[in-house]
Protein backbone atom coordinates (compact mmCIF):
# COMPACT_ATOMS: atom_id res chain seq x y z
CA UNK A 1 0.00 0.00 0.00
CA UNK A 2 1.37 3.37 -0.83
CA UNK A 3 2.30 5.56 1.97
CA UNK A 4 0.80 8.98 2.57
CA UNK A 5 2.86 12.00 2.47
CA UNK A 6 0.88 15.61 3.35
CA UNK A 7 2.17 18.30 1.57
CA UNK A 8 1.23 22.04 2.94
CA UNK A 9 1.66 25.09 1.05
CA UNK A 10 1.22 23.03 -2.05
CA UNK A 11 -0.16 25.32 -4.58
CA UNK A 12 3.06 26.80 -4.49
CA UNK A 13 5.96 26.71 -7.29
CA UNK A 14 7.69 24.59 -5.21
CA UNK A 15 4.44 22.76 -4.42
CA UNK A 16 3.79 21.44 -7.74
CA UNK A 17 6.94 20.58 -8.26
CA UNK A 18 6.90 18.33 -5.16
CA UNK A 19 3.40 16.47 -6.19
CA UNK A 20 5.07 15.53 -9.29
CA UNK A 21 8.25 14.77 -7.37
CA UNK A 22 6.36 12.03 -5.41
CA UNK A 23 3.74 10.74 -7.45
CA UNK A 24 6.64 9.73 -9.64
CA UNK A 25 8.14 7.98 -6.11
CA UNK A 26 4.85 6.36 -5.48
CA UNK A 27 3.30 8.16 -2.33
CA UNK A 28 -0.34 9.08 -2.13
CA UNK A 29 -1.03 12.91 -1.66
CA UNK A 30 -3.02 15.13 0.40
CA UNK A 31 -2.48 18.80 -0.66
CA UNK A 32 -3.04 21.57 1.22
CA UNK A 33 -3.34 25.18 0.99
CA UNK A 34 -5.45 28.40 1.89
CA UNK A 35 -8.89 28.73 0.40
CA UNK A 36 -9.23 30.18 -2.94
CA UNK A 37 -5.74 29.06 -3.67
CA UNK A 38 -4.87 27.27 -7.01
CA UNK A 39 -4.66 23.43 -5.77
CA UNK A 40 -5.99 22.34 -9.47
CA UNK A 41 -2.41 22.62 -11.40
CA UNK A 42 -0.54 20.71 -8.23
CA UNK A 43 -3.11 18.07 -8.45
CA UNK A 44 -2.56 17.78 -12.29
CA UNK A 45 0.64 17.87 -11.55
CA UNK A 46 0.89 14.51 -9.27
CA UNK A 47 -1.64 12.82 -11.65
CA UNK A 48 1.22 14.08 -15.04
CA UNK A 49 3.92 12.44 -12.23
CA UNK A 50 2.21 9.28 -11.65
CA UNK A 51 2.43 7.75 -14.98
CA UNK A 52 -0.07 5.89 -14.68
CA UNK A 53 0.52 4.35 -11.62
CA UNK A 54 -2.44 4.05 -8.65
CA UNK A 55 -2.05 7.07 -6.60
CA UNK A 56 -4.30 8.91 -4.73
CA UNK A 57 -4.49 11.95 -4.73
CA UNK A 58 -6.16 14.52 -2.59
CA UNK A 59 -7.11 18.07 -2.05
CA UNK A 60 -7.96 20.45 1.04
CA UNK A 61 -8.72 24.41 1.21
CA UNK A 62 -7.41 25.32 4.80
CA UNK A 63 -5.64 28.29 6.74
CA UNK A 64 -4.37 25.88 8.99
CA UNK A 65 -4.48 28.71 11.57
CA UNK A 66 -4.76 26.57 15.10
CA UNK A 67 -4.33 22.92 15.86
CA UNK A 68 -7.75 21.89 15.27
CA UNK A 69 -7.56 22.91 11.55
CA UNK A 70 -4.63 21.15 11.30
CA UNK A 71 -6.39 17.48 12.70
CA UNK A 72 -8.91 18.85 10.51
CA UNK A 73 -7.57 18.71 7.34
CA UNK A 74 -6.04 15.48 7.61
CA UNK A 75 -9.58 13.91 7.86
CA UNK A 76 -10.15 12.56 4.77
CA UNK A 77 -6.50 10.26 4.92
CA UNK A 78 -7.80 6.65 6.14
CA UNK A 79 -4.47 5.04 7.92
CA UNK A 80 -1.60 6.05 9.32
CA UNK A 81 0.85 9.38 7.89
CA UNK A 82 4.14 8.48 6.88
CA UNK A 83 5.05 12.20 6.06
CA UNK A 84 4.72 15.78 6.15
CA UNK A 85 6.62 18.37 3.74
CA UNK A 86 5.56 21.71 5.53
CA UNK A 87 5.91 24.56 2.44
CA UNK A 88 3.27 27.06 4.02
CA UNK A 89 4.05 30.40 4.38
CA UNK A 90 4.61 33.81 4.06
CA UNK A 91 7.15 36.40 3.30
CA UNK A 92 6.19 39.91 3.79
CA UNK A 93 8.75 43.06 3.66
CA UNK A 94 9.09 44.57 7.20
CA UNK A 95 11.68 47.76 5.55
CA UNK A 96 10.83 50.11 8.98
CA UNK A 97 11.22 48.69 12.45
CA UNK A 98 7.96 49.46 13.83
CA UNK A 99 5.82 49.34 17.10
CA UNK A 100 2.81 47.89 14.88
CA UNK A 101 3.47 43.68 15.36
CA UNK A 102 1.02 42.97 12.75
CA UNK A 103 3.77 41.90 10.27
CA UNK A 104 5.69 40.00 13.05
CA UNK A 105 2.31 38.56 14.33
CA UNK A 106 1.96 37.00 10.40
CA UNK A 107 5.32 35.87 10.03
CA UNK A 108 5.22 33.60 12.68
CA UNK A 109 1.93 32.65 12.88
CA UNK A 110 1.94 31.36 8.76
CA UNK A 111 5.63 30.19 9.12
CA UNK A 112 6.16 29.08 12.59
CA UNK A 113 3.30 28.37 14.53
CA UNK A 114 1.38 26.46 11.72
CA UNK A 115 4.39 23.85 11.29
CA UNK A 116 4.17 23.15 14.61
CA UNK A 117 0.86 22.61 14.81
CA UNK A 118 0.64 20.52 11.65
CA UNK A 119 3.57 18.64 13.21
CA UNK A 120 1.68 17.75 16.24
CA UNK A 121 -1.39 16.71 14.42
CA UNK A 122 0.91 14.47 12.20
CA UNK A 123 2.41 12.76 14.87
CA UNK A 124 -0.72 11.09 16.44
CA UNK A 125 -1.25 9.87 12.85
CA UNK A 126 2.59 7.69 12.42
CA UNK A 127 2.44 4.07 11.61
CA UNK A 128 4.38 3.06 14.45
CA UNK A 129 6.25 0.25 12.79
CA UNK A 130 8.23 2.55 10.56
CA UNK A 131 10.09 5.71 10.73
CA UNK A 132 7.91 8.86 9.52
CA UNK A 133 9.62 11.93 7.89
CA UNK A 134 8.49 15.40 8.51
CA UNK A 135 10.42 17.77 6.23
CA UNK A 136 10.22 21.55 7.17
CA UNK A 137 11.06 24.59 4.66
CA UNK A 138 13.78 27.25 6.39
CA UNK A 139 15.30 29.23 4.11
CA UNK A 140 18.54 31.23 3.12
CA UNK A 141 17.42 34.30 5.24
CA UNK A 142 17.47 32.13 8.46
CA UNK A 143 20.95 31.94 7.90
CA UNK A 144 22.23 35.31 6.40
CA UNK A 145 19.16 37.80 7.55
CA UNK A 146 16.74 39.07 5.03
CA UNK A 147 17.28 42.53 5.19
CA UNK A 148 14.08 43.79 4.62
CA UNK A 149 12.50 40.62 6.26
CA UNK A 150 13.42 40.73 9.99
CA UNK A 151 9.82 39.02 11.30
CA UNK A 152 9.97 36.09 8.13
CA UNK A 153 13.79 35.53 9.20
CA UNK A 154 12.92 35.42 12.94
CA UNK A 155 9.90 32.75 12.12
CA UNK A 156 12.96 30.61 9.30
CA UNK A 157 15.12 30.42 12.27
CA UNK A 158 12.31 29.16 14.60
CA UNK A 159 11.90 26.49 12.08
CA UNK A 160 15.09 25.24 12.59
CA UNK A 161 15.20 25.19 16.33
CA UNK A 162 11.89 23.55 16.29
CA UNK A 163 13.52 20.35 13.96
CA UNK A 164 16.79 20.44 16.37
CA UNK A 165 14.54 19.64 19.27
CA UNK A 166 11.81 17.68 17.72
CA UNK A 167 14.68 15.22 16.11
CA UNK A 168 15.51 14.81 19.96
CA UNK A 169 11.51 14.16 21.33
CA UNK A 170 10.36 12.17 17.83
CA UNK A 171 14.20 10.11 17.24
CA UNK A 172 12.19 6.58 18.29
CA UNK A 173 9.06 7.52 15.76
CA UNK A 174 10.61 9.96 12.34
CA UNK A 175 13.38 11.65 10.80
CA UNK A 176 13.02 15.40 11.11
CA UNK A 177 14.90 17.72 8.85
CA UNK A 178 14.82 21.03 7.04
CA UNK A 179 15.90 22.74 3.56
CA UNK A 180 16.97 26.61 3.60
CA UNK A 181 16.26 27.19 -0.10
CA UNK A 182 17.95 30.17 -1.69
CA UNK A 183 16.67 32.43 -3.90
CA UNK A 184 14.04 30.18 -5.75
CA UNK A 185 12.40 30.68 -9.17
CA UNK A 186 8.66 31.04 -7.52
CA UNK A 187 5.71 33.76 -7.03
CA UNK A 188 6.97 33.98 -3.46
CA UNK A 189 10.58 35.38 -4.57
CA UNK A 190 8.93 37.69 -7.71
CA UNK A 191 9.07 41.25 -6.10
CA UNK A 192 12.69 40.34 -4.54
CA UNK A 193 14.37 39.20 -7.70
CA UNK A 194 12.43 42.17 -9.82
CA UNK A 195 13.90 44.53 -7.66
CA UNK A 196 17.38 43.00 -6.52
CA UNK A 197 17.88 40.29 -9.64
CA UNK A 198 21.65 41.43 -10.36
CA UNK A 199 22.63 41.94 -7.17
CA UNK A 200 21.37 38.57 -5.80
CA UNK A 201 22.65 36.58 -9.02
CA UNK A 202 25.83 38.11 -8.01
CA UNK A 203 26.11 36.74 -4.41
CA UNK A 204 25.32 33.01 -6.07
CA UNK A 205 28.84 31.36 -6.82
CA UNK A 206 26.38 29.47 -9.78
CA UNK A 207 25.24 32.63 -10.88
CA UNK A 208 21.66 32.08 -11.63
CA UNK A 209 18.68 31.73 -9.24
CA UNK A 210 16.92 28.12 -8.13
CA UNK A 211 14.26 25.72 -9.72
CA UNK A 212 11.35 24.53 -7.93
CA UNK A 213 12.38 20.94 -8.99
CA UNK A 214 16.00 21.23 -7.19
CA UNK A 215 14.09 22.14 -3.80
CA UNK A 216 11.63 19.44 -4.49
CA UNK A 217 14.66 16.53 -5.40
CA UNK A 218 16.07 17.23 -1.93
CA UNK A 219 13.18 16.96 -0.11
CA UNK A 220 12.51 13.69 -2.25
CA UNK A 221 15.50 12.40 -0.88
CA UNK A 222 15.04 13.13 2.61
CA UNK A 223 11.85 11.33 2.36
CA UNK A 224 13.45 8.02 0.90
CA UNK A 225 15.13 5.28 2.11
CA UNK A 226 18.49 6.86 1.46
CA UNK A 227 18.49 9.47 3.85
CA UNK A 228 17.64 6.70 6.83
CA UNK A 229 20.50 8.29 9.20
CA UNK A 230 19.92 11.82 8.23
CA UNK A 231 17.96 13.50 11.21
CA UNK A 232 18.31 16.80 12.40
CA UNK A 233 19.66 18.76 10.09
CA UNK A 234 19.16 21.91 8.04
CA UNK A 235 19.69 21.43 4.45
CA UNK A 236 21.51 24.91 2.35
CA UNK A 237 19.73 25.02 -1.54
CA UNK A 238 20.88 28.09 -2.28
CA UNK A 239 23.45 27.31 -5.35
CA UNK A 240 26.78 27.80 -2.94
CA UNK A 241 25.52 31.63 -1.24
CA UNK A 242 25.86 30.84 2.29
CA UNK A 243 29.44 29.60 1.62
CA UNK A 244 30.59 32.45 -0.54
Not at 89 to 117: C, F, K, Q, S
Not at 188 to 201: G, H, I, N, V
Amino acid sequence: MARWIVVTGAAGGIGVECARRFAADGYNQLLIDIPGASLEDTAAAARDGAGGRDSAVLTVESALDDYGACVAALSDIDGPVYGLVHLAGLMERDPDLAADHAVWDRAIANNLTNAYDMATAVAERFDRAVMSRLVFVSSLAFRRGGVDFIPYSAAKGGIVGMVRAMTRRLGDRALVNAVAPGIIETSLTADLRARRAEKLRGEIPLGRFGHPREVAGVIAFLLGDDSSYVTGQCINIDGGTINA
